[in-house]
């Protein structure tokens, strides 16, 4: 079993940046490849971005590229996401999600079966 936490999210304006982490425990945090996902309100779930469990390989959803950074600290057994030039349209719950399944593509990353989801951290952006 691996246990997710969400930290980080807020109420930021437009343009503004929010970085979130996730912190894992119990199973060795190393031997997951971590993503990270939102969902705004009435929308499906949406895939935001991945990284290998070496974080030698980053995988971003082709619209958020440029103003998302994941990384992760398998020292610390977290997994971060850097948020910059907020939108509005960003505004959404935040949830991190491990999975023991390796993926090399950003649509494998978005698509493949995630084993472990955190509860989420709200993001909301004012306009």
């Known amino acids: 079993q691996v246990q997710l936490v969400e930290s980080g999210g807020g109420l930021v304006q437009a343009g503004g940046s929010l970085s979130l982490s996730c912190a894992a425990s119990?199973?060795?945090?190393?031997?997951?490849?971590m993503g990270w996902f939102r969902q705004a309100p009435g929308k499906e779930r949406e895939f935001v971005a991945a990284?290998?469990?070496?974080?030698?390989?980053?995988y971003n959803a082709g619209s958020l590229k440029g103003r998302f950074t994941i990384s992760r600290d398998n020292a610390k057994n977290t997994v971060y996401l850097e948020m910059n030039s907020l939108k509005p349209e960003d505004t959404a719950l935040y949830y991190c999600?491990?999975?023991?399944?390796?993926?090399?593509?950003?649509?494998?990353?978005?698509?493949?079966?995630?084993?472990?989801w955190g509860q989420g951290t709200q993001v909301t952006v004012s306009s």
């Open positions: 990284i290998s469990w070496s974080a030698n390989s980053t």
């Open positions: 999600a491990a999975t023991v399944r390796r993926f090399f593509t950003t649509a494998q990353a978005a698509r493949i079966k995630y084993d472990y």
């Open positions: 119990g199973r060795t945090f190393s031997s997951f490849s």
